[in-house]
Structure formats: structure tokens, C-alpha cells
């Protein structure tokens, strides 16, 4: 990753947005304009979205979880993900958008305990550390 920031950047100079947003620098949610959160990642303002129900992010633009413990997604390009729910994993940012690495494989994101409608009628919707602050995961 730390021989590809200084690329991603570039790119995003650019215009080529691998994220979609000012791209202002910063450190903090703080530092960046209103409906936009810090990808502390990249150090650039990046539109905020909802990583559950992709809702935020414009066509070409997944929302993907910025970190375990964020309330919040960013918009990230979406291009080059080609596993799906259930399939091993590397790292999160090898899984489809609403979904996290966890375990070795990808698992879909939920809203909590007791939350219908986003795991499938096999699976429950479990709090995990450090998840347990807004997320779950799909679990059998």
C-alpha cells in the first residue's frame, strides 16, 4: 500500500478520483466540508456514505467501510472486486462493497442484533468487537 499512495494520489490530483469527494487533505472528519469524512488511508476529504445500504455514492462509486470502528463509509471506485460474500479473503479491500473481511472471508456488513432485510434468512446479524459500536456481521 505505501508504494501506491504516492500513485493514488497522483491520480486523484488529477482528476482520476479513486474516491469521490474534494479531496482536501486532512487527518480528521473535522478538517473536511459538510457530507464529506476523512480517509485517513489517503489523508483526503472523501464524500461519506452508508456502507450498508450504498446509499451516498454516485455511479462508479462503491461505499466501502473506512475502518472497523467508523460509523461511516467512504466512496471508493468500483472497479477490480471480484469476490462476493463468502469467499476467502486477504483483507477488506479485496471484498465486494458492503462487506468486510473478517474471519478469512468476506462477510456481509448489518445494522445490529435483531435487524431484518440485509443477512439472508440463514444467517443472523451479530455484533462483533470492534463492530459492536454501529455494525454487525452476517453469521450462520
Known amino acids: 500500500m505505501s508504494r501506491l499512495l504516492p500513485l493514488m494520489l497522483l491520480l486523484a490530483a488529477a482528476g482520476c478520483g479513486l474516491e469521490q469527494g474534494s479531496g482536501s487533505p486532512c487527518t480528521i472528519d473535522g478538517e473536511c466540508t ?25 455511479e462508479g462509486f462503491g461505499c466501502r467501510l473506512r475502518t472497523v470502528d467508523s460509523v461511516a463509509g467512504v466512496c471508493r471506485l468500483d472497479e477490480g472486486i471480484t469476490l462476493g460474500p463468502g469467499d476467502a479473503c ?6 465486494p462493497f458492503g462487506t468486510i473481511c ?39
Open 90 to 95: 486477504g483483507g477488506t479491500a479485496d471484498c
Open 34 to 58: 459538510g457530507g464529506e469524512a476523512c480517509d485517513v488511508g489517503l489523508g483526503l476529504c472523501v464524500v461519506a456514505c452508508d456502507p450498508i445500504e450504498g446509499a451516498g455514492c454516485e
Open 102 to 140: 473478517g474471519g478469512g472471508r468476506c462477510v456481509r456488513l448489518c445494522d445490529g442484533p435483531g435487524e431484518m432485510g440485509v443477512c439472508p434468512a440463514s444467517e443472523d446479524c451479530v455484533n462483533v468487537d470492534p463492530l459492536a459500536a454501529r455494525y454487525g456481521v452476517c453469521l450462520r
